[in-house]
């Protein structure tokens, strides 16, 4: 049996990686020549999906850990308005996409039942080639085969963009996360060690200048004190979801199938999920010895779709909430947050669903 995936991502290195284990046959198509990916982008990893991946690896991965989120919004710089932890464990494991990207890749080299081929060749091409794969999944947004088979969408434009930078300060104990929601827009501090925090800004409304972006972000900045920022990332918002996971043998699979906004940091945690159940899928294949093939593609969206779906909801849901909140002075989650904050049973609810989503 033999699988196909196509796009440079981690999400192909990471079910490389998982079909390997297995001792499936497995071609990545690459859209230039393998390299690791420059990027400032910071993942937030639940502690049950960091857990996952250290097994895959087989060893510990070097990153910065969060025991605790504290949210604040336009009117209450100064006082959270309510707090996450949990006792005795992070709330996030935070690590570059780059350096969890070059973990993967050098795995991937390594494996004999992995190969890396260049596709530089026209879509079409690639297109017919999958007809000698038993299985072919496709994780890129913009290719010839995304275009032409998964583009029927719920889409919705948040009209907006993601600010993403670095930030070197003084040092400090620096092992909370922080989330402002600001009247521009959710303002979000991922730590990465006592001198180094990644930023995520959202930023409502029309593209603006770099600076104008600095500026705002030390408006509202109280928590570091500043000695060097990084250059700014930036990309559109939306919320997808794809209506349907497959086409013939092909599975599309990560951002292809659910994008949504980066406020709770949980996108790249759906998408362990769904390797995690994919791995299970074809596991209970093979113990059966059933074929890895379109069944799967099959199996994965009668299994998947639903949750993401609602979870992906439950964020636009959040988003929504704050965006309305901040137009009327916070006048909805004053008292809201008031009486949450007291509630053991919603803090232990909130905890299990960002680190296991609705796949109890």
């Known amino acids: 049996m033999k699988i196909c995936l196509i796009g440079q991502n981690l999400t192909n290195l990471i079910l490389a990686n ?53 949210i604040f919004t336009e009117d209450s710089q100064f006082k959270e308005i309510i707090n996450f932890n949990k006792k005795n464990k992070e709330v996030f494991n935070l690590i570059l996409y780059s350096k969890l990207n070059e973990i993967f890749l050098k795995k991937v080299k390594k494996s004999k039942f992995i190969k890396l081929l260049n596709s530089n060749i026209s879509g079409q091409h690639i297109l017919k080639k999958t007809k000698i794969y038993d299985l072919v999944i496709n994780s890129q947004n913009k290719n010839f085969i995304s275009n032409k088979f998964f583009t029927n969408k719920i889409k919705k434009n948040y009209k907006s963009r993601a600010y993403t930078f670095l930030i070197n300060h003084r040092s400090k104990d620096n092992d909370i996360a922080i989330q402002v929601f600001t009247k521009y827009g959710p303002l979000a501090f991922l730590p990465l060690s006592n001198i180094k925090t990644s930023v995520v800004f959202s930023y409502k409304g029309a593209k603006i200048t770099d600076k104008k972006i600095y500026d705002i972000f030390k408006k509202y900045n109280s928590f570091y004190s500043i000695t060097k920022i990084s250059k700014i990332e930036k990309f559109s918002l939306s919320f997808e979801m794809l209506r349907n996971y497959s086409h013939n043998n092909i599975l599309a699979f990560g951002d292809l199938i659910h994008r949504i906004h980066p406020l709770a940091g949980q996108g790249f945690n759906m998408t362990i999920r769904d390797i995690k159940i994919l791995s299970k899928i074809v596991n209970d294949k093979i113990s059966l010895g059933l074929p890895i093939d379109k069944s799967v593609a099959d199996d994965f969206q009668n299994s998947t779709k639903h949750l993401n779906f609602l979870y992906g909801n439950a964020i636009d849901s959040i988003y929504e909430f704050f965006k309305l909140d901040n137009k009327i002075n916070n006048s909805i989650s004053k008292p809201i947050f008031r009486i949450l904050k007291k509630s053991s049973v919603f803090k232990k609810y909130s905890n299990i669903l960002s680190d296991k989503g609705l796949n109890l």
């Open 18 to 70: 998982v079909f390997a284990e297995k001792k499936l046959n497995v071609d990545i198509y690459l859209n230039k020549k393998i390299q690791n990916i420059k990027t400032n982008r910071t993942i937030a990893l639940s502690s049950e999906n960091f857990d996952y991946l250290k097994s895959l690896i087989k060893s510990n991965i070097e990153h910065w850990k969060s025991k605790e989120i504290k």
